[in-house]
């Protein structure tokens, strides 16, 4: 049974290095020294390759090319953990260009005053599209497993700042949930990825990349049992400096049964990483095996 572990990688001393680097001499250098961490990850790390070769031939691409993108698609996840730490530090004002599909859907969820749910998945780095969360002046949650080491959460939080975005652990006593509720009472924006889960976690299998695979069903349970707006989000690297953003329309429950508009979201969501993942082949960072069938 394909399972993730619950755990990132990374050091908190890799973070220190990289963050000097981006604050005092720019995203380039730091990009520079990444391609030699991704050169390490492609000769070393075989286990998540393997998993990401077959990913790339689940997509067609031939032995060949998938080889060789493997290392791209090292290259590009560092960059987007860099990018990422940079827009939440504020540091990114004259660094990344954007564009914007359904920044409208977005404000729609905020002009409604009932909170938000966005769902995204561990692609691209929607993390990036900050200036936009921030010009939307509410609140942003994010919500994680708490399989990063602590130091590591506290040394990103003390960098980012806490004033437009928290941090909510997904905690076996289901003390998340009510954070959740709290913070959609207060017209906040609340962020989940819906594409992982561990064990014991309901899931649904559904048809991904011509396999089947399972997905969490917890992120579209919480999305109907609380009736909010909720949009499919994603941002995705263009170039070294450009972003593309998107958030789908809206998806409501109304009168619609509970395990029905589930069901109905999570298809709506699987289909929609699928049609970016095609877009965008290289920026698809789950590295296990993410495929049952």
């Not at 990688?9 to 990289?18: D, E, M, S, V």
């Not at 905690?171 to 889960?197: P, W």
């Not at 048809?207 to 999305?223: I, T």
């Amino acid at each position: 049974m394909p399972q993730w572990q619950g755990k990132s990688r990374g050091t908190t001393l890799g973070y220190r290095i990289f963050f000097f680097v981006c604050r005092h001499l720019g995203i380039y250098p730091a990009y520079f020294i990444l391609r030699f961490v991704a050169g390490y990850y492609f000769l070393f790390s075989w286990t998540s390759s393997g998993h990401i070769y077959r990913y790339f031939r689940r997509l067609g691409i031939g032995r060949v090319s998938a080889f060789f993108r493997i290392y791209r698609n090292y290259y590009v996840f560092g960059q987007t953990l860099l990018d990422k730490v940079m827009v939440m530090a504020g540091i990114d004002r004259d660094t990344f260009t954007y564009d914007f599909d359904g920044e409208d859907n977005l404000r729609a969820i905020v002009a409604q005053g009932k909170g938000g749910i966005l769902l995204s998945a561990h692609v691209g780095n929607w993390e990036a599209a900050g200036h936009l969360l921030r010009r939307l002046q509410t609140r942003v949650n994010v919500v994680m497993y708490d399989g990063e080491h602590q130091q590591i959460k506290q040394y990103l939080e003390s960098v980012t700042g806490g004033h437009n975005f928290r941090v909510i652990v997904i905690g076996e006593d289901m003390s998340h949930v009510y954070a959740i509720g709290e913070a959609l009472q207060k017209n906040e924006l609340v962020c989940l990825h819906a594409d992982r889960f561990l064990e014991g976690n309901k899931t649904l299998g559904l048809p991904f990349l011509g396999g089947e695979a399972l997905f969490p069903q917890g992120p579209f349970q919480l999305a109907a049992g609380f009736r909010v707006p909720v949009s499919l989000v994603f941002a995705f690297k263009e170039s070294a400096r450009h972003y593309h953003f998107f958030g789908s329309p809206l998806y409501q429950r109304g009168g619609e049964p509970k395990e029905e508009f589930t069901e109905r979201l999570m298809r709506a969501f699987v289909g929609d990483v699928e049609q970016k993942l095609r877009q965008y082949p290289e920026q698809w960072f789950n590295y296990y095996n993410f495929w049952y069938k």
